[in-house]
Each structure stands twice: as structure tokens, then as C-alpha cells.
């Protein structure tokens, strides 16, 4: 390839022409001149394939925070690299710079930094390096592009994990979980199933609760004490269908049932339940069991940052069989998907029964705020049809959460706004009243 040197010195021979004696051969002696030094300058230029090129730095980062990805060229050639060298990144990668001017002698290193800022959850991929070196004239220059070549490894992912916007809620559910806490482990028989201690009968007692064989063996009576159990499961089911792609405000909905399961499995981790996580459409997309410790959220974000929704319908009887065969004991099902008529009816109510039975089970759906917004409408004829079909959908949706309710299923319907924090506040009721 030639620059736009050499084109710039032709226009001088070109308006400087008519002065010469013989103008024709002397164009002809300019053309030749100005080739001959496109092909040295091209000679002399450093070979861009004898680059070796490795990637280091971060390969995590929280969605909107930003991270440093650091390209090390070095020069394995035998001549100087006069050139440039393009570190492209996909659009979404947010790249704060991707041109470099690079001056490399021979078995020399640069270091290109790269901050990435991306603007979407997921994994975020280098799309290429190109390379291009110059003459000492800069007449011409060789260019190479580099993606996953056996001798250049430039190939690097950078994994976007969820903001976790919802993390703002955490201290006050927790408080409110301490105090929780504090109020259900009062001692006595009805309060909890799991055995606590032995201690000596008072005036008060439930008298069920007396251990004769303790007694016999003891000078007094002994009645046993008992606490509400702390290791119960959460499984929270994320769906990932058609449905979680529609936009709710800015995001998808699919981003704000991950806010609220983060919230949720970061709460009940604290309070000692054992945490499950699944992301299911027609298959399972993720999975996070055998939460209990610091490491959950991390393992959760982990398993959530690259899902994306599938422009399919959820297969909730896979949803159930799988819930079943995962959680033998009873558990805190919490499904994280719509309330669309459509879907409920066709796929969830059949397979519900046999979930509802065995395990406490929670619908929590988003709701769009622009729906209340058009139901309330009344401009002009259009705004008038608009709230009628806002109405009508908002009467569906009540139909379906009625439906759901039938058979002992708890639904939640709140804006993106309040969503997480609304979950949160449902589990904790159910603590409180030892109804989980």
C-alpha cells in the first residue's frame, strides 16, 4: 500500500510541469522516481508478521466500572517498526482508544493500554490487531491483521458481570433480618421443628414438649426446646425465554429478574439458606448450587453475566422436573418470569400442581410502568384505544395471578424500580411467619 506521500509529490511534478524543458519525459522520469522510492522505502520497512504480540490485565469487570487490557508487541524482526497498530474491540466493549503509533527497534516491547468501559452485560471479545508498518520515507507501508494466528495471541475475553444496582437494599434487609432473626427463635413447641437444646421445665411450658425419657434420668423434668429451621433452600429460576427480552425502561426484563435473584440469594445466604440458582428456557442457560458462603454472589454473577434471552418459549415442564429432581426437600421456589396469559396458561398451570405440592412456590413478575402510564391516557381518540388495551392487559394479568393463587402460589407484580427489593421484603414475611 502507498500513503499519501508519494501521491503529494506527484502533484508537485504535475504543477511544476509546465517548467520543465521536456515535460513528458520528465513526467515519465517522475513517475519512475516517485515508484522506485515506493519500492525501497517498501523494502526497507519491517516485515508486521515477525510481531509476536501477548494480552494481560483484567478479565473481569462489574458493568459500569472499568477495566485495563494491556497488548505487548514486541519486534522479533531484524528492522526497526515505524508504524501503527489498531487494537479493535466489538462496539460494546467500550474502548477508550484503539490507534497506537509504535516505533519499535528490533527486539523491543511496547505496551498499548487499553481502558474498557463496557456498556453491556456479557462477554466482551478483541476483534482483531491490524498492523502497519512504514518505510523510513513513509511512501508505502505493509499491513497484517492478526486475530487467533498460531504465532499471535492477541485473543482475549473481558466477562461484564451485572451491576448489582440492587446491592443498595442490602444493609436494611439484613437489619431487618437480624431483628427477624430475634423474634422467631423464641423457644417452645409450634415455634420450629428443629431440636435446639434440653433445659429444665418452668411453670408455662408447653407440656408437649416434655422429654420423659430425659426426666426419668434427671432429678427434675426436662422439656426440649425448639427453633425454626436456618438451612431451608432458595431456588430461584430465572426465565430466559422470549418473554425476558422485552425492554423494560432501558434494560430488559431479563436484567431486572438478575438484580432481584442477586438480592434475594445475597440475603438468604446471610441468613444461612441454601442457595440454588437456575437460568432456564428450553434448556438449563446456568446453574448455581450449594450456595451457603462469601462465594455465592461471585459464582452467581459469574453464571449470569453471559445470558442473553432466546427468542423461544419457555419449557416450564422442564422447569418443574428439574426443580424436582434437584430439591428433594421442600424449598422456596421463587420463579422469576411474565404474568402473560399465554404462557401461564399453556405451559406453567399444567406442571404446577406437582410443584405446588411439594414446595412453596412464588411468581415474580415485572410489570411495565408505561402500561399504568397509557391506562390513565385520555389525549385524544388514539390515547383512548391505548388505555383500553392497557386496561385489558392489566385485567389479563389479574386473571393469571388469581389463577396462580388457586393453587397456593404467592405472585408478585412490581415495576423494575421496586422489583428486587419487593422479593426481598416477601421472603423476609415468610421467615417471620415460619411459613418457610
Excluded at 206 to 212: A, F, G, K, N, T
Excluded at 405 to 418: K, N
Amino acid at each position: 500500500m502507498i500513503t499519501w506521500r508519494p501521491v503529494a509529490l506527484l502533484g508537485v511534478g504535475l504543477v511544476t510541469l509546465p517548467l520543465w524543458p521536456a515535460p513528458w519525459f520528465g513526467l515519465l522520469f517522475w513517475l519512475i522516481l516517485i515508484a522506485v522510492l515506493c519500492v525501497v522505502d517498501l523494502l526497507l520497512a519491517a516485515d508486521p508478521n515477525r510481531i509476536s504480540m501477548e494480552r494481560s490485565g483484567d478479565s473481569v469487570v462489574q458493568l459500569g466500572k472499568s477495566a485495563t487490557v494491556v497488548l505487548n508487541v514486541t519486534n522479533t524482526g531484524a528492522k526497526p517498526l515505524r508504524g501503527m497498530i489498531r487494537d479493535a474491540w466489538t462496539p460494546s466493549a467500550g474502548a477508550d482508544n484503539e490507534h497506537y503509533s509504535v516505533n519499535l527497534a528490533p527486539g523491543t516491547i511496547a505496551r498499548l493500554t487499553t481502558r474498557l468501559t463496557p456498556t453491556r452485560r456479557g462477554d466482551r471479545h478483541a476483534a482483531r490487531v491490524t498492523v502497519r508498518s512504514f518505510g523510513p520515507l513513509r511512501f508505502a507501508d505493509r499491513q497484517t491483521r492478526h486475530g487467533a494466528s498460531r504465532r499471535l495471541t492477541p485473543q482475549w475475553r473481558i466477562r461484564v458481570l451485572p451491576p448489582f444496582h440492587s446491592r443498595r437494599h442490602l444493609n436494611e434487609k439484613v437489619a431487618r433480618l437480624r431483628v427477624i432473626e430475634g423474634t422467631v427463635s423464641m423457644r417452645g413447641r409450634g415455634q420450629g421443628t428443629e431440636f435446639d437444646a434440653l433445659r429444665e421445665y418452668v411453670p408455662g411450658d408447653d407440656v408437649r414438649s416434655i422429654d420423659w425419657r430425659a426426666s426419668a434420668r434427671s432429678s427434675s423434668i426436662v422439656v426440649k426446646n425448639w427453633r425454626v429451621e436456618r438451612d431451608r433452600r432458595i431456588v430461584s429460576v430465572i426465565d430466559t425465554g422470549r418473554t425476558s427480552a422485552v425492554r423494560i425502561g432501558d434494560e430488559p426484563r431479563l436484567d431486572a429478574q438478575i438484580e432481584a435473584c442477586l438480592l434475594l440469594s445475597a440475603v438468604a445466604s446471610l441468613a444461612g439458606d441454601q442457595v440454588d440458582a437456575l437460568a432456564v428456557d428450553t434448556e438449563i442457560r446456568a446453574a448455581v448450587t450449594g450456595g451457603t458462603d462469601r462465594t455465592v454472589i461471585p459464582r452467581l454473577m459469574q453464571a449470569t453475566a453471559p445470558l442473553e434471552p432466546s427468542l423461544v418459549e419457555t419449557d416450564f415442564g422442564l422447569v418443574v422436573s428439574e426443580v424436582l429432581r434437584r430439591e428433594a426437600k421442600q424449598a422456596l421456589v421463587v420463579l422469576f418470569t411474565s404474568l402473560e396469559p399465554g404462557v401461564i396458561a399453556e405451559s406453567l398451570l399444567p406442571s404446577l400442581p406437582s410443584l405446588a405440592t411439594r414446595h412453596r412456590v412464588v411468581v415474580a413478575a415485572v410489570s411495565d410502568p408505561e402500561v399504568e402510564r397509557l391506562r390513565h391516557s385520555r389525549g385524544n381518540l388514539q390515547d383512548v384505544y391505548r388505555a383500553a388495551a392497557a386496561e385489558q392487559a392489566l385485567v389479563e394479568r389479574r386473571k393469571v395471578a388469581a389463577a396462580l393463587a388457586r393453587y397456593g402460589v404467592e405472585v408478585i407484580d412490581e415495576p423494575a424500580t421496586t422489583f428486587a427489593s419487593t422479593v426481598v421484603d416477601r421472603y423476609l414475611m415468610l421467615k417471620a411467619t415460619g411459613r418457610l
